[in-house]
Nanobody, 125 residues
Framework: QVQLVESGGGSVQAGGSLRLSCTASGGTLRRYTVGWFRQAPGKERAFVTAISWTGENTYSADSVKGRFTITRDNAIDTVFLQMNSLKLEDTAIYYC??????????????????WGQGTQVTVSS
């Protein structure tokens, strides 16, 4: 079983940037598709983006295309989410998840096999 740990959340003004990181504790992310999800107050969890274990394939929600980029560095067993041009509606708790699936499947099912505890991202005006 893989335990995921997110970091890099914080507060930023609209239009700003943040980079989130997802690492594994007690296991490795290297063979999993890893995705980012978010949950805003009063809303259901939503898929953001995911990347295949090789890093060759990604899949993203329309709401973040052109602004968020997911990458991974398997040498350091870390997945990154670079978030640019942040908007107020990006405010949420961001979770990373790992799964034995494709990025597209993760996006369509909104599911993962292993989850982190989440990191808060707050965008203010």
């Amino acid at each position: 079983q893989v335990q995921l740990v997110e970091s890099g959340g914080g507060s930023v003004q609209a239009g700003g940037s943040l980079r989130l990181s997802c690492t594994a504790s007690g296991g490795t992310l290297r063979r999993y598709t890893v995705g980012w999800f978010r949950q805003a107050p009063g809303k259901e969890r939503a898929f953001v983006t995911a990347i295949s274990w090789t890093g060759e394939n990604t899949y993203s929600a329309d709401s973040v295309k052109g602004r968020f980029t997911i990458t991974r560095d398997n040498a350091i067993d870390t997945v990154f989410l670079q978030m640019n041009s942040l908007k107020l509606e990006d405010t949420a708790i961001y979770y990373c998840a790992a799964a034995w699936s494709t990025p597209q499947s993760m996006g369509l099912t909104n599911e993962g096999d292993f989850w982190g505890q989440g990191t808060q991202v707050t965008v203010s005006s």
